[in-house]
């Protein structure tokens, strides 16, 4: 059905995708899988027509494409679900579904009942008992996810593409999905699924292909394999070797205690409710915290950086019980937070490196409400220097530096102010292997000084070698301790997956796997 | 090493591209308003006078206050249309309190309170309201345009409220100073402007409230992760440009000696037009306190020459308005030139 040889996609400086290969046959269900950042998504894009390929050949329904937009794809008989909801809240399901393709009568009115009425067919189909009309702003997120499915299902394609489909669906939801998946596989449509829950894999794929760090690492049938190959294939080893592991210290007092961090309702950005969160972070210690998207890592660090309503549980700094309902009682309390989105929570793009790194500091280096311009210049040139930033001038735009430096400069303004406790949300998400090192060299000397640090990073390489302790995460439960000797990939990811709650037999009390 | 020396010639090329279009953007206000000078001062030798030059700069002062207000407000990503509106529904309170309580006509001054009180109350009228406009666009999180587009209604009725739909004159001596008198040659209204002007400029560079605003209208989420009190700031914008619109409404009813109903009708055009001629983003986080008073001087040159060269006033709007779109519309083009790239 569609051969995708050679397909190479470059940035700027980095490679997303080299020499990948993917076939998928007719009326087969193929798993893509990989890795965070090992070019999955890409590979998407360019399958769906939103970004072209720099080299290789798409060869769809025998012959070869070149999709230059997502609606080249679409014509071609292309969908794809993807992974951020593109539905239009105000508007009803039908609309939604039929967004683009409306139905018309007459040419020119748009005909209102014969779209409810497919959109009823499709949706009777799925399992979503609703009515048509009801905007989709009133859905829960597992039913909107199941209209953007509609959506790909009424554009009678002969691929659908569906990005991590099931993160957002309930268990009844996903049988669901996967009664659908087997009956277009039964009318002979090809689907791709990009998803991290491997279950899901050998329930519903015939066969899989593996990517790495952009490259393409192997395909086959899944009833050849087993979980465990899998993982390792998707892990490899190539990250590993980049990271020396750093040797472990004796870390020191307890700084941070959580305790039974609970929220009765989920934070506005995310559909993660943490559930019973208990865990520690030591003077001098570098705490990791692993999980998938959506497990609820950074909602818990937004949680200590300013407690959404109904958040239970007891927060402790130095033994001291502490109230955080703002970034400004977190601050005050000792704690940092250098955000997971560099540029929409952490910089002012617009303004000066400068001013990016004083912002929070203000207090330090001012009377009176007036800024001492001498003490700021000191302050923010003895971080470039120490952090070895590299910019001509303090005073140009933040954004014209790259991301290495970018996310340098948003470590510099909180190590200015001086934590207790020092939390990164993905430190290296989108900077070059060089900075890379550096970003963590400087977790370990903020560690060495005293600091707790707490890194939170989608990629299980990084966590390993710059963590001293490992916590595992999956929605919104603590589902393992580990300690750095004892840690592998493979371990981590198997506390990470959601098959762990219920081998655990794991309700609302889920006893701590402990690896020591 | 390599990759970051790399990313450092990458970082070296970009900026030269756009060190041109940067630098040119920058001053490309001031020079139409140079050029703008120059061609009226050709096209009419009285426009050049001293006189005239003066007449120009307390015309511009009044609504000049506004602006200096306004880009503040503008900084964080808001707006303020009822400036207008409450510059004449505080002129019109001060006139009410100087007369005695709206006896209202000529000779009335004597049974009034003072300027002093009068002063008071248009400061204090403009406080509250931008307390009120503050508290519900920085709390309640009503969207300033649809919170400042209310009060712009209900300052003008208020307004007419008060004067009984006309205007309430005649003013003490000191009162009309305010508007009307000099030092040194310089008008008082002119000579507020700079000093406030100043203190603006001063504060937005050298203050923690002045990095605050720009870092609300920068980025709002970053500022409240950085630990900005983003509801103080955004209350103080709003209660400073009300302040002000107190004291250019006190200034101007000295200056007609008359409080008219109809005063500052459609200033919050000219206001916000030399917020943005004058370099402010109307996406918040960019602009300068000198970029407004160059686009404030750039619309008072230009209503002042065409009044000279006995072009109908109502060319005045058709062309502010073009240029408004000119303006931001070469703005845009510049960020895109060099290569917005966040």
Known sequence: MIKLKGIGKFFPGVVALDGVNLSVGKGEVHALLGENGAGKSTLLKILSGAQPADTGTIEFDGQVQHFHTPQDAQEAGIATIYQEFTLFPDMSIADNIFAGREVHSGGFFIDHSAMRKAAKAVTDKLGIEMNPATKVRDLSVGEQQLVEIARALTMDAKLIIMDEPTAALSRREIEQLQSIIADLKAEGVS???????LNEVF???????????????TSGRVDDVDEDQIISMMVGRSMESLFERRASQAPGDVVLEIENLTNQSSLAAAAVVLKKISMTAAAG????LAGLVGAGRTDLARTLFGAPLGT???IRINGEPVSIQNSLDAIKAGIALVPEDRKAQGLFLDLSCKHNVSVSNLGRISSNGFINEKAENALVDSYIDALNVRLANKDQPIKTLSGGNQQKLLL????ATNPKVLIVDEPTRGVDIGAKVEVHRLLFEMAKSGVAVIVISSELPEILSVSDRIYTFCEGRLTGEFHQTEANEEQLMRY????ILSQTGASEDLTLAVAN | MSSASQANANYKNAEKKTDYWALFAKFAPLIFLIILVIGF???????LSTRNMLNILTEVSIYGLLAVGMTFVILTAGIDLSVGSLLALCGMSAAWVATGGGGGGFGAAEAGYGWGLALATALGVGLFAGCIQGYAIAHFKIPAFVVTLGGMSIYRGLTLLIGDGGPISGFDGVYRSFGRGDILGIPVPAIFFVLIASAAALTLKFTNFGRHVYAVGGNEEAANLAGINVEKTLMGVYIMIGVLAGLA???LTARLNSAEATAGMSYELRVIASVVIGGTSLFGGIGTIAGTIIGALTIGVLINGLVMLNIQSYWQLIIVGFIIVVAVGFDSFVKARSGGKG
Request: aromatic share 10%; net charge negative; hydrophobic share 40%.
């Open chain 1, 412 to 415: 510099a303004r909180w190590m």
């Open chain 1, 203 to 217: 329930e519903c794929c015939d066969r899989y292909t593996i990517l790495r760090d952009g490259q393409f690492i």
């Open chain 2, 249 to 251: 409404g006190f200034i």
């Open chain 1, 496 to 499: 990470m997956s959601p098959s």
């Open chain 1, 191 to 197: 689907v791709i699924i990009v998803t991290h829950r």
């Open chain 1, 285 to 288: 210690e570098i705490v990791g």
């Open chain 1, 312 to 314: 239970t549980g007891d």
């Open chain 2, 41 to 47: 001062g050709i096209a009419n030798d009285r426009f």
